[in-house]
C-alpha cells in the first residue's frame, strides 16, 4: 500500500472537513451578530438585556470553536508527510482492529470503503499507544489492539 498516497488523501479529506465546518460556523457566527445588531435597534428592557447576554456568550462559544478549527487547519498545513517511525502529528497507525491517522479531532470517517480514525495527538488512545509497542497487545477502553504498523 503506497502510504504517502493515503496520508496525503487523508489530509486533504481532513481539510475539506474542517474548511467546511469553519464556512458553516462563519456563517452562524455572522448572523448571531446581525442578531444582536438587531435587536440592539428594536428592544429595551431586562428581556432586552438577557437576550443580549445570551447571544454574546454563544458569539463566545463560535469563537472559541473557530480558533479550534483555525488550529487543526494550521496543524495540517504544517505536517510533514513521510514515513514516520515514532507516534506524532501526521502518523499512520495501523492495529490489527482499526487504522489511525493523527491529524485532527474528526472521528470515524469511511474513504473509499476503509474506515480510519482522525484523532488528535492528543486523544487519550494515541497517548496511551505512545507507550506501546510494535507487535504488543494491549487493552484501551474494553478494545483490544495491537499496532502492527507505524507510518
Known sequence: MDYIYLKKSLV??????LEIKFNELTVIYQSLIDSIQTDSKS???DKHETF???????QEKMQTQIKMINQQINTLNQLKIEKKKRIENGTLIITDTKIF???ASLGLVNISDQSYFIVSLDSPIIQFMK???INTAFTFQSSNYKIIEIQ
Open 101 to 103: 491517522f493523527i491529524a
Open 12 to 17: 486533504e479529506y481532513c481539510k475539506n472537513r
Open 131 to 133: 507507550k506501546q509497542s
Open 52 to 58: 443580549k447576554s445570551m447571544m454574546h456568550i454563544e
Open 43 to 45: 428592544s429595551a428592557g
